[in-house]
């Protein structure tokens, strides 16, 4: 596949719908082989999108000090990401251009499940942009909605269990980065974000229609996903890649902000609950071989490694990285 196929997603809301298989397997041809797709018909309304736009953009308007009091910290992966603060883990040490605002699957402060995995809590929400938080809520729960029909359409394309995927995302560590990419000089080196993979299960973004995110195909080249108004570019991460025994395509991509303006994204990371344990659950392909991943253990890890001065150790997982 040398482009990206736009499919229209709402057949998958009936099973008896008569285009619903046929959409079950557009969706499964484009992940298996490009690993992104564009999709429509999700029932999310385009006037809930430029909601959350305006709120990342009033979100990184806040004064520089206020959002540097926000700043994440290695005990609180949430809130602030100050520009250049990661270099890329590749060793190119040029440092994206973007600064971001972390959000993490939201429990009060009381919540159970806490005891068994610090990474769940309340999220910090600027206190200099009311309704944020109502705004991306909303749109959150609504993009799950929109995660789980994608989900039940791969379970069944591969043949899968009913229910084997959705049910790993009963309280799950799924989270949002808001992003903010200021322009990049026409002759200007370097990345909105470098390339990477997701090491997430799916991802679903709003495509800002400044463009700027390109996707690499098989042969080594790079497009830019063709997303109709009002459409969502999905792709596959690390862990459908590895729960489908390798069949399902996690795929380099990167942003280069070339248009001039700024540009705002606010990714949608679908990630099972903290005591899933991903491994294939189909025989993998010839040549697929890697460990199973705990996702709380492997989100700590992620986190963690994110500081230049922490390293990785044999027990971090192999996910993300353009080698694996
Ligand atoms: O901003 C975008 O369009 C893509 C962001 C991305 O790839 C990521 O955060 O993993
Ligand atoms: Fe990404």
């Not at 060793?91 to 994206?96: Q, T, V, Y």
């Not at 995110?213 to 890649?241: A, S, Y």
């Amino acid at each position: 596949m040398q482009s990206i196929p736009t499919i229209d997603i709402s057949p998958l809301k009936d099973t008896a719908h008569p285009d619903h298989d046929a959409t079950v397997q557009r969706i499964l041809d484009a992940c298996t082989d490009i690993g992104f797709l564009s999709i429509t018909g999700t029932g999310v309304s385009p006037d809930t999108v430029n909601q959350v736009r305006a709120k990342t953009r009033e979100i990184f308007d806040i004064d520089e000090q206020s959002k540097w009091d926000q700043a994440i910290t290695r005990n609180n992966y949430r809130g602030y990401i100050p520009m250049g603060f990661f270099t890329p883990n590749d060793g190119s040490g040029k440092a994206d251009k973007y600064e971001g605002y972390k959000l993490h699957f939201e429990v009060s402060e009381d919540h159970p499940v806490r005891d068994d995995c610090a990474l769940y809590g309340p999220n910090l929400w600027p206190a200099e942009v009311p309704g944020a938080q109502d705004v991306i809520l909303e749109y959150w729960s609504q993009l799950d909605h929109v995660a789980e029909l994608l989900l039940g359409a791969l379970e069944i394309g591969l043949g899968l269990t009913p229910n084997v995927l959705k049910a790993a995302f009963a309280t799950p560590m799924t989270n949002m980065t808001l992003l903010h990419y200021p322009p990049q000089a026409s002759d200007e080196e370097g990345f909105g974000i470098h390339p990477h993979k997701d090491t997430d299960a799916l991802t679903i973004i709003a495509p800002d229609p400044v463009g700027g995110l390109e996707v690499q195909t098989r042969d080594g080249g790079w497009i830019t996903p063709d997303c109709p108004p009002g459409g969502f570019v999905v792709n596959i991460g690390d862990m459908l890649e590895l729960w489908s025994g390798g069949q399902l395509k996690s795929t380099p991509h990167r942003v280069v902000n070339k248009s001039g303006k700024e540009r705002y994204s606010f990714p949608y990371f679908a990630v099972p609950r903290h005591n899933v344990v991903v491994e294939p659950l189909l025989p993998p392909l010839p040549g697929f071989d890697r460990p199973s991943v705990h996702c709380g253990h492997w989100s700590a890890e992620i986190w963690r490694t994110n500081w230049p001065d922490e390293n990785a150790t044999v027990d971090t997982p192999e996910l993300g990285t353009l080698s694996s």
